[in-house]
């Protein structure tokens, strides 16, 4: 499985679910519902929305109308999204590149969302996002609601004596160049925070892991040979070393456990 393929993102979506902050999530929707006219329709703008997990995840029965304006680079991915969607949703699909931030579809919108991605972005793309939201918000308040943003920690049992320096390696990887310059990886949510709080909005924070069990397995499996591909080429991990990390790994995903860290944000114009 590629790093964004379908079948990826259909594979941790029951676990990305599981481990959204309930409350950021509720006290998202309220934003989008609040202050919005009768009859009119909030737009969401889902950057790097990918099949629309963002959308499933924030669409509730009882919900007004809202539209979903679907950004990403993969054509194949935002296909499916409007093939599951176009019927029950108004989806304006939208193919770009978010590292052109000037030229987002971003006015009109009163809820920007993105699920895991601020990782692979860069402080200055964060930077220019907050500016951007700042000046849209004086003419139309308009919230972030980012969940998902890996924090750099990975627990697993039964511990293998490579745990820390597979991490270590691993988060290296994060911190490479995803399209966007040097990646905030680990950093993500606290950046994410510290800079929607300087331009002035009000930012609310939670933790949300992903918790795998042996229900997880197939999850789990393709985690494990993931993060195996990313540190391969590092040069303080052993082929050997890790070969035997992923035999072990392999055959403990029924009945070992898996706790990586993330953050969700949810920031607010004041
Ligand atoms: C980890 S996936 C998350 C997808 C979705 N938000 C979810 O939670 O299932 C990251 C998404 O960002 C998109 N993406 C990555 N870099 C991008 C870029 N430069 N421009 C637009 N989309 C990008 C990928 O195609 C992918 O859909």
């Not at 606290?190 to 909005?201: I, K, P």
């Amino acid at each position: 499985m590629s790093g964004f393929s379908i079948d990826w993102l259909d594979l941790r979506e029951a676990a990305d679910r599981r481990a959204r902050d309930k409350a950021l999530r509720d006290q998202a929707i309220e934003w989008l519902e609040a202050g919005v006219a009768p009859h009119q329709n909030p737009v969401v703008v889902d950057l790097g929305a990918g099949t629309g997990s963002t959308l499933r995840a924030l669409t509730s029965p009882e919900q007004q109308p809202l539209t979903w304006r679907l950004v990403d680079n993969d054509a194949a991915l935002l296909d499916e999204a409007e093939r599951r969607h176009g019927e029950t949703h108004r989806i304006e699909p939208c193919k770009a590149d978010l590292a052109l931030l000037t030229s987002l579809p971003l006015e009109g919108a009163r809820l920007i969302t993105a699920s895991a991605l601020f990782d692979l972005v860069s402080e200055d793309f964060l930077d220019a996002l907050a500016t951007k939201l700042k000046a849209l918000s004086q003419q139309h308040p308009v919230g972030l609601y980012a969940a998902l943003n890996y924090d750099g920690t990975t627990h697993w049992t039964p511990h293998h004596p490579l745990d820390d320096a597979v991490l270590a390696a691993f988060n290296q990887d994060q911190r490479t160049d995803k399209g966007f310059g040097p990646a905030l990886g680990p950093d993500s949510g606290a950046v994410l925070q510290r800079l929607f709080t300087q331009v002035g909005f009000k930012v609310y924070s939670a933790s949300s892991p992903w918790v795998l069990d042996g229900a997880d397995q197939a999850m789990v499996t393709e985690l494990i040979t993931g993060i195996a591909g990313a540190v391969a080429d590092n040069p303080d991990i052993e082929a050997s070393e890790l070969e035997d990390w992923v035999q072990f790994r392999l055959s403990n995903v029924s009945t070992g456990t898996c706790t990586v860290g993330h953050t969700d944000v949810l920031a607010l114009p004041a």
